[in-house]
């Protein structure tokens, strides 16, 4: 297993702010993935965060609204820019275990966007 | 492309009940297979997986078996409790390509009763 941990847990934002959530874990990784679980809803992958290169976005989402960092195998961050009320989510990291493809999450990030 | 479809819930059962979520898929090749729980206020956790077909995941009384010929995965339980009350993810990895992916289904919340 691994632990990741996940800052910050939840947070309030305005409209139009920008906010980083940062994600650590005790091992080193190759990938780390981050999603988004909307209100109700289920888990969405935005990217694949790679260590020495940019981030692989799913379709729907780009790297001007969710630019994401990873200088380092136990490290990533990913900041949700300019933020409305639809990016009220709980935002999740998360890593893959190599062979089986199971994943492993953190806690998530809750936002809420007022 | 790959999709997971549940059973939407919520699903309201009396303690020491009999539990069946419904979970199929729709994959290429031969996924993983996995049930996440989500507790209240918590993040995701592994429940259970099943890598290949026949294969039975199982953890905390929890049950699901992965069918091929039916292309379903369906999370059983002999005896619930109140403490079982969880939104349950199914979800497929796909590990094709250089990342594998998860595809959640939409959760099924579960409320069980005394």
């Known amino acids: 297993s691994a632990v990741i941990s996940q800052k910050p847990s939840r947070d309030i934002c305005q409209r139009g702010t920008s906010l980083t959530i940062q994600c650590q874990v005790d091992?080193?990784?190759?990938?780390m993935f981050w999603y988004r679980q909307q209100p109700g809803q289920s888990l969405t992958l935005i990217a694949t965060a790679n260590q020495g290169s940019e981030a692989t976005y799913e379709s729907g989402f780009v790297i001007d609204k969710f630019p994401i960092s990873r200088p380092n195998l136990t490290f990533s961050t990913l900041t949700v820019s300019n933020m409305s009320p639809e990016d009220s989510s709980i935002y999740l990291c998360?890593?893959?275990?190599?062979?089986?493809?199971?994943?492993?999450f953190g806690e998530g990030s809750r936002l809420t966007v007022l | 492309g790959n999709s997971v479809t549940q059973m939407e819930g919520p699903v309201t059962l009396s303690e020491e009940a009999f539990l069946t979520i419904n979970c199929t898929y729709t994959a290429t090749g031969y996924p993983s297979l996995f049930w996440y729980v989500q507790y209240p206020g918590e993040g995701l956790q592994l429940l259970l997986k099943?890598?290949?077909?026949?294969d039975k995941g199982s953890n905390k009384g929890f049950e699901a078996t992965y069918r091929k010929e039916t292309t379903s995965f369906h999370l059983e339980k002999g005896s619930v409790q109140v403490s079982d009350s969880a939104v349950y993810f199914c979800a497929l990895s796909d590990l094709t390509g250089t990342a594998s992916k998860l595809t959640f289904g939409t959760g099924t919340r579960l409320q069980v009763t005394l």
């Open positions: 091992s080193q990784v190759t990938m």
């Open positions: 099943a890598t290949k077909a026949d």
């Open positions: 998360s890593l893959r275990v190599v062979g089986t493809g199971e994943l492993f």
